[in-house]
């Protein structure tokens, strides 16, 4: 069908505009775009347009949200402990919309009482757990090793992925649990890293990649809402001049990315969240060399 072949399309070239960008900015050091455009129009239109492509492709592929756009506001002068916060409230409604739309398209069956549903359930309950730990540990680890530490652990899952079928075993609670703790970890430390393991660990362990997507969509949702919580009640506000303009990106690109993950064959899903993961893993670690 034509609309469906123009989505395929607009998927490809939006994974190709993230990719580039992703890889430009590998190679750019900080500019202080912020206080160019300090509150005007243009700003809030650039990262609101950011937040579109970066949540298309998270919420499509499980992956690639605050992984992204942590970075680039990095780069463009924002500080850090303005940009979590604003990452975890604007990824928390449109995850949760995610999660909720790729329910109604059957990409995934959230229904009481499903697989889905208990293994959805299980990784809101680590969020808890990981996401406390990372915002305290957050504020006294020096950042290299904390994005030493994800982008090792984010570069072997996509090799996992790509090099064989099914290679970390058999589908269990445990790996479940441990995936969830790990990924809330990581998410609650850098605004990142949640996707990539989170998305990939459930294919490999045997979870179908149209499930994964919608599981890790909406389970990424409720663990910012508790990551969120704990830098508010720690930092005492919300930038929102940051937390808007990502928000409404992000929320804007969801019915699209949901309607991909739909059309998109399952066999393209998983070769596609391999190559991501691989690829994200391989820039954080670049990064750090730099």
Not at 15 to 26: F, S, W, Y
Not at 110 to 130: D, F
Not at 185 to 194: A, C, E, H, P
């Amino acid at each position: 069908m034509a609309s469906e072949r123009m989505l395929k399309r607009f998927w490809t070239v939006c994974l190709l505009l993230v990719g580039i960008g992703l890889i430009t900015l590998t190679f750019t050091k900080q500019f202080s775009l912020k206080e160019q455009f300090s509150d005007s129009f243009l700003l809030f239109i650039i990262i609101g347009s950011m937040a579109f492509f970066a949540e298309y492709v998270d919420s499509s592929l499980g992956m690639g949200y605050g992984t992204t756009l942590t970075p680039v506001l990095i780069i463009m002068g924002f500080s850090p402990l303005n940009i979590v916060p604003a990452v975890l409230f604007s990824e928390c409604i449109s995850g949760l919309s995610a999660g909720f739309l790729h329910h109604k398209l059957g990409n995934v069956d959230l229904k009481r009482g499903t697989q889905s549903n208990k293994i959805m359930t299980i990784m809101a309950l680590c969020s808890v757990v990981g996401s406390i730990a990372a915002v305290i540990l957050a504020l006294n680890l020096p950042k290299a090793y904390i994005k030493l530490y994800i982008g090792l652990m984010i570069l072997g899952i996509g090799a996992f992925l790509l090099l064989g079928n099914r290679l970390a075993g058999k589908f269990s609670w445990g790996k479940i649990i441990g995936l969830g703790s790990v990924a809330a970890f990581n998410k609650g430390i850098s605004g990142g890293g949640y996707g990539p393991l989170l998305t990939g660990g459930q294919v490999l362990i045997g979870v179908p990649e149209k499930n994964a997507v919608g599981i890790t969509s909406f389970a990424e949702g409720i663990t910012c809402l508790v990551g969120l919580g704990l830098y508010i009640f720690l930092q005492g506000g919300l930038a929102w001049a940051l937390a808007a303009p990502l928000s409404i990106g992000a929320i804007l690109s969801v019915p699209a990315a949901t309607w991909t993950v739909k059309v998109l064959p399952s066999r393209i899903l998983r070769q596609s969240i391999g190559y991501a993961t691989l690829f994200l893993g391989a820039l954080t670690l670049i990064k750090i060399a730099l």
